[in-house]
């Protein structure tokens, strides 16, 4: 079964400019979460998605959004991109079957994409 | 709010040495817990988990028993390796809908 897959792998922006970032699940996976990843926070959650609809929020400025498809591969964007939003950005899902998604089922995490704002 | 607290980094072994990662948490409730690691270039990937007090969890050589009285979930291994260097991620998951809380993570060094 193929992994978890982020693209791309690396990304340079300049301040002011959005991004779009994509994550492909495991195939049967419903769930998609997205966490960003820096030395001083470690993993900060972003955001979940189930069966297309945004489930949890986490406490990122509104510039954050996501979505997901029908086929589960989900995209986060990033606008008016902030020297501070440099990071490694990833993506994880789970079967997220019946409700009862990270309590009894382990997130499968992608590699991620690595952002530079300059 | 539930959050997860581990000893600061970077820990630097000898190879066979005991390793003992700290981790520590505030949940109401009774939260599944979970250790993450994640070695170079790469996502994290779970460890072990365990899901109610007094469970052990263990896998590679690795364990970590849930302690509700000390709320504690501290990575043990008798004897590390090189390969077993890696940022290691304790995390709770409050309750059965909700998102997984991380911890901070733990660079380990082993030296051969």
């Known amino acids: 079964k193929a992994g978890v897959t982020q693209t791309p792998r690396y990304l340079i922006k300049t301040r002011g400019q959005q991004v779009t970032l994509s994550c492909s699940p495991i195939s049967g996976h419903r769930s998609v979460s997205w966490y960003q990843q820096t030395p001083g926070q470690g993993l900060q959650f972003l955001f979940e998605?189930?069966?297309?609809?945004?489930?949890n929020k986490g406490n990122f400025p509104g510039r954050f959004s996501g979505r997901q498809f029908s086929n589960s591969r989900s995209e986060m964007n990033v606008s008016t991109l902030e020297l501070g939003d440099s990071a490694l950005y990833l993506c994880a899902s789970s079967p997220g079957v019946g409700g009862t998604s990270s309590y009894n089922s382990p997130l499968h995490f992608g590699n991620g994409t690595r952002l530079t704002v300059t | 709010g539930d959050s997860v607290t581990q000893m600061e980094g970077p820990v630097t072994l000898s190879e066979e040495a005991f390793l003992t990662i700290n981790c520590t948490y505030t949940?109401?409730?009774?939260?599944?817990l979970f250790w993450y690691v994640q070695y170079p270039g790469e996502g994290l990937q779970l460890l072990l988990k365990?899901?109610?007090?007094?469970d052990k969890g263990s896998n590679k050589g690795f364990e970590a028993t849930y302690r509700k009285e000390t709320t504690s979930f501290h990575l043990e291994k008798g004897s590390v390796q090189v390969s077993d260097s890696a940022v290691y991620f304790c995390?709770?998951?409050?309750?059965?809908?909700?998102?997984?809380?991380f911890g901070k993570g733990t660079r380990l060094h082993i030296l051969p």
């Open positions: 998605y189930f069966s297309e609809t945004q489930r």
């Open positions: 949940a109401t409730g009774y939260p599944s």
């Open positions: 365990a899901t109610k007090a007094d």
């Open positions: 995390a709770l998951s409050p309750n059965r809908d909700d998102k997984i809380i």
